[in-house]
T-cell receptor
Framework: NAGVMQNPRHLVRRRGQEARLRCSPM?????VYWYRQLPEEGLKFMVY????????ESGMPKERFSAEFPKEGPSILRIQQVVRGDSAAYFC??????????????FGAGTRLSVL | EDQVTQSPEALRLQEGESSSLNCSYT??????LFWYRQDPGKGPEFLFT???AGEEKEKERLKATLTKKESFLHITAPKPEDSATYLC??????????FGDGTTLTVKP
């Protein structure tokens, strides 16, 4: 039973390039979350998606960042025209559809983005 | 705005020296409070969920408790392998969690 899979684990980009981060949720999970973590800081919520639908994107920067979770394939976090301040670890988590009681999220190992 | 504050930022213990980590929260309506463990270079690993004041959960040397304003993660007789960053998160809407900045625990043999 594979866990949440993120790739690549490490990604190096030069300023102005595009970064694409992929996340395959656990089997049976239909909800995906993306978080950003800067060194010595906690996780900051970015976006919450279910298949073909963005539920909450209140944590996403207004420009350059986008996310999708298509009907088939992994969820993608896309960062266009990267800047040095985008350097961080990006974590994906998945869960089954949340009910009134439980919302346990299972995390991937993260993608570490370095912008030169 | 929902806020989660963890203290201390860092904690150094000798092996066997018990202590507690604190997570204070200010939220509009708590649906659940979560504790995660994060090792360097890895994603957070789920430990506990607490849903109502007075609730307690235990796992090996760890015990989590919850009041209306804060949660404690008690570590009894810690071992070096307990060294990690412990993250607290609160869930106030279906799906969105707010995390604290974590407490980095170091247990010396």
């Amino acid at each position: 039973n594979a866990g949440v899979m993120q790739n690549p684990r490490h990604l190096v980009r030069r300023r102005g390039q595009e970064a694409r981060l992929r996340c395959s949720p656990m089997k049976g999970h239909s909800h995906v979350y993306w978080y950003r973590q800067l060194p010595e800081e906690g996780l900051k919520f970015m976006v919450y998606l279910q298949k073909e639908n963005i539920i909450d994107e209140s944590g996403m920067p207004k420009e350059r960042f986008s996310a999708e979770f298509p009907k088939e394939g992994p969820s993608i976090l896309r960062i266009q025209q990267v800047v040095r301040g985008d350097s961080a670890a990006y974590f994906c988590a998945s869960s089954p559809p949340p009910d009134r009681v439980k919302n346990i999220q299972y995390f991937g190992a993260g993608t570490r983005l370095s912008v030169l | 705005e929902d806020q989660v504050t963890q203290s201390p930022e860092a904690l150094r213990l000798q092996e066997g020296e018990s202590s507690s980590l604190n997570c204070s929260y200010t939220v509009s309506g708590l649906r659940g409070l979560f504790w995660y463990r994060q090792d360097p270079g890895k994603g957070p690993e789920f430990l506990f969920t607490l849903y109502s004041a007075g609730e307690e959960k235990e796992k090996e040397r760890l015990k989590a408790t919850l009041t209306k304003k804060e949660s404690f993660l008690h570590i009894t007789a810690p071992k070096p392998e307990d060294s990690a960053t412990y993250l607290c998160a609160v869930d106030t809407n279906a799906g969105k969690s707010t995390f604290g900045d974590g407490t980095t625990l170091t247990v010396k043999p």
